[in-house]
């Protein structure tokens, strides 16, 4: 029997100010406990971020024990090489976890598998990603900034394409401002105000602004 565990989007790490980002995992205690982990186990943490549930799994394995450590995030790989490259019980890939039946390493199957999803705090807090509105940034906001295409570009596609919706009760609003910036050539190619913002109501909330940053 495989074990999976999924942390709460949202949830997924506390902030701190340390120049290394480390990584606190907010549900250490219960992802631990789901995994019921074998000394011997194999075992896939299948979004290290900065390695919070690696690091904790390594100290219940044996010298027996694997750990597979999976990220797209370039950033993510770096450190988990850095930090867990030297150990003999682990192994990185640097790729998409829904393509983890491609790694010869899982072959042999495994005893428990973890995935913390969402996006993380280093990821915020670099402006050069794209995710935070707080930085003046390109409109990146890709996982893996190395393939695909960035939000600007696919902003551009969907405002040619028509109206866009969004999951949240002002979807209508929404729409009809990407529509219209579409129309003028200015859809958002940046994450800082005022080109990400739709003209919210004074009294609309954090989340939903947050939700429709984009826009």
Known sequence: EVKAVAEIPGSDEIRTMSPALEHIPVMLTEALNGLRILQNGIYLDGTFGRGGHAREILKQLGTQGRLLLMDQDPSAIAVAQQNYGHDSRVRIRHGNFAELTNWVETEEGLDGVLFDLGVSSPQLDDGKRGFSFRADAPLDMRMNPEIGMTAAQWLRRVARAGPCCAATR?????????????DRGSTPTR????????????????????????L
């Open 170 to 182: 002002s979807a209508h609003c929404l729409a009809t401002t990407c529509s219209a910036r579409g």
């Open 191 to 214: 994450s800082s105000p005022p080109a990400c913002w739709v003209p919210w109501p004074p009294h609309t909330a954090s989340h939903t602004r947050k939700r429709s940053l984009v």
